[in-house]
């Protein structure tokens, strides 16, 4: 990693970027840190193990600085938030520069990650890329009684603290339809089971960008994350949309979407 | 059968659907015009979008995705409207009642409720 710090060091002191989003450790644990000048960037640490929402983060130093560039180490999942948060307008593309690294394959076969690299690296061996549907085609095979069974008592287990919306990186709107009196009663437990996170997957279909943060966030072991990776499948197998890959492709299920006219399986 | 008047088919977002299902519909029929005469320019295109999205995502959690229909039926075809809310309804006595209908508050849930006792 010692090139990627050099490569920062240099960004700072030329005046090219004014702090760098990254982790460093507190008391053991990383924690992010904006780095604002090369002498601190000893204390950046890169987390094999481990992932943090560290768009979240920017998108919150971004609101209140918006006129200075920052740089932000990014994993191949947190490119693609990049990427959905640049189209959604959270960031903007020329304030914020990305530094790659690379995901060990140990990380992205936990992952299931099928591009565990952003689009540039400056160092380090690109992980081979994960083609894994197998905790989908599970469920699949199951009859439809068994099925709704499952995911109901999973759904059950719900403690509506909203951890898997808050951890999300695709998730910024101001106001949440989890929130939304008419179709959650706010307060209250449990939640409306099953429909709390089946508005949630709707949403998911063309934002979702699989870094699987929702299901390790989740104190219940909800296997969120499969309801979400079966949205995002079914909007690539219908539309051939995959969310966090162009910059300049618009979901197909916004209502003001790219200004074509297409079907479902038809166009594209 | 009930039904709800919006003024587009691109207006019933589709937490309005999910909505129907949680308050115990046993389907629910989405009525728009045909492709090619929307009155907002594509309304009803993106309603496709979403109705075949929103088919997949209940089909995976165990829900029939044939509960949910979409069909374009114009002003002037009452006929074709009588004809599909008749034909739908007999699909979906033979599927039977909703089995979201059957889901009360999940014990599990309550259990995580019940107040801490404090052993002395």
Known sequence: MEKTREKMARMLDEGFVSGILGLRLSHGHPVPYLFTDSVSLKDWVVDETNRYPITKILIQIWKKHPNKVIGVVVRGCEGRSLIELFKNHQLHPEKVKGIGIVCNQELAKRCRCDRPYPSEVEEGELAKPVEDFSDLTEIESLPEEERFKYWIEKFGECIKCYGCRNVCPACFCTTCTLEDPSLIKPGGMPPEIPIFHLHKAFHMADRCIDCGLCEEACPMGIPVRKLYRKVRKSVKDLFHYIPGEDKDLKGPLEFLGDGSYELPGVGR | ?120
Not at chain 2, 83 to 99: A, C, D, M, R, Y
């Open chain 2, 1 to 120: 059968m009930l039904p709800i008047r919006v003024m587009c088919s691109g207006r019933i977002s589709p937490h309005f659907i999910l909505k129907a299902f949680q308050e115990g519909a046993d389907g629910v029929l989405i009525a728009g015009c045909h492709i090619g005469s929307c009155h907002y320019g594509k309304g009803n295109y993106i309603t496709a979008n979403r109705v075949a999205v929103m088919k997949d995502l209940l089909g995976f959690v165990g829900l029939s995705p044939q509960r949910i229909r979409l069909e374009w039926i114009a002003t002037s075809e009452s006929n074709k409207f009588a004809n599909v809310i008749s034909e739908f309804t007999k699909e979906i006595t033979q599927l039977g009642p909703s089995p979201m209908r059957k889901v009360s508050w999940n014990r599990k849930a309550e259990r995580v409720m019940e107040p801490l006792v404090l052993q002395p």
